[in-house]
């Protein structure tokens, strides 16, 4: 008995590790599973909703948490996309000072932003204004049995709660997508102006020389797909709240966690498959 004592504690030591990736793993894809779910009864509730007979029900709810989701996070995307634009135009021209191209300021500003920065800076704000909130929201409905009630009166969940928010959050991201684009590229021609000495007819004419309708175009596809991710996962995670208080917490953090994460790893992907079909 003695001489397995060593041999159970080495096999111990080396299974232990392996189920904790397991259980990781097991807990990735049933939460990747239940936002899937999530997301078919969704788009079946909405192409109901869009039926001829039912067009217009449900607009009032969407344009609340529009107006909730999209309207209150314009200044704060602002702000920081114009602070990105200022700081790409200003660490930009030592550099590009030493080929003596200076101008060339406006021609990386404008691939970066429309094709990666606009859409990514307006997705990570968003994800902290406004999924944690959708998550915490729909938490706090599940521990005070609001959710259960809506359920005993034969309304569902899904098309009164998360169809108006994931829609708007889609329709909000698009839009913020586009307005971070304009704002940061607005603020690196201003500060180009005051601090580069390179006029805005320059500025303009470098950066429409190398950009085009394609970059735009990947920009805000990227962006609709970043407000579909922290739509689901911010109410996939709030509908699975258990735990009171302790678990609407929980599930706040999880959601601002999970969303960057998805929506740099997305990044990547589509990123990586626009280069591989030659999309830029």
């Known amino acids: 008995m003695a001489s397995n004592t060593p041999q159970s504690g080495s096999r111990f030591r080396v299974t232990r590790p392996i189920e904790h990736v397991g259980a990781a793993v097991l807990r990735l894809l049933d939460h990747a599973g239940h936002s899937v779910n999530l997301a078919v009864d969704a788009a079946v509730w909405l192409g109901r909703g869009m039926r001829p007979d039912r067009a217009g029900r449900g607009g009032a709810a969407i344009v609340s948490q529009l107006i909730r989701v999209g309207v209150r996070s314009?200044?704060?995307?602002?702000l920081v996309s114009g602070c990105v634009g200022l700081i790409l135009a200003l660490q930009l021209a030592p550099p590009l000072d030493q080929f003596g191209s200076r101008d060339l300021v406006a021609n990386i500003i404008g691939v970066a932003v429309l094709?990666?920065?606009?859409?990514?800076?307006g997705a990570i704000v968003l994800t902290g204004f406004a999924g944690a909130a959708i998550a915490a929201e729909l938490g706090t409905m599940v521990?005070?049995?609001?959710?259960?009630?809506?359920?005993?009166?034969?309304?569902?969940?899904?098309?009164f709660l998360v169809v108006p928010r994931l829609t708007a959050t889609v329709l909000a991201m698009t839009i913020l997508g586009v307005i971070s684009d304009l704002v940061a590229i607005a603020c690196a021609m201003g500060i180009s102006l005051l601090m580069l000495d390179i006029p805005p007819s320059v500025f303009m004419e470098n950066m429409l020389f190398q950009v085009n309708l394609s970059d735009f175009l990947t920009g805000i596809g990227k962006a609709t797909i970043f407000g579909t991710l922290i739509g689901l996962i911010s109410c996939s995670n709030g509908l699975k709240v258990t735990g009171g208080a302790a678990g609407v917490g929980n599930a706040t953090t999880q959601t601002v966690v999970q969303c960057?994460?998805?929506?740099?790893?997305?990044d990547l992907?589509?990123?990586?498959?626009?280069?591989?079909?030659?999309l830029f």
Not at 260 to 266: C, D, K, L, N, T
């Open 74 to 78: 314009i200044f704060i995307v602002s």
């Open 115 to 121: 094709r990666e920065l606009g859409p990514l800076i």
């Open 143 to 159: 521990v005070s049995e609001e959710i259960e009630a809506l359920e005993a009166h034969a309304l569902n969940p899904v098309r």
């Open 260 to 266: 960057i994460v998805a929506i740099v790893v997305a």
């Open 269 to 278: 992907v589509f990123t990586a498959i626009f280069y591989a079909f030659k």
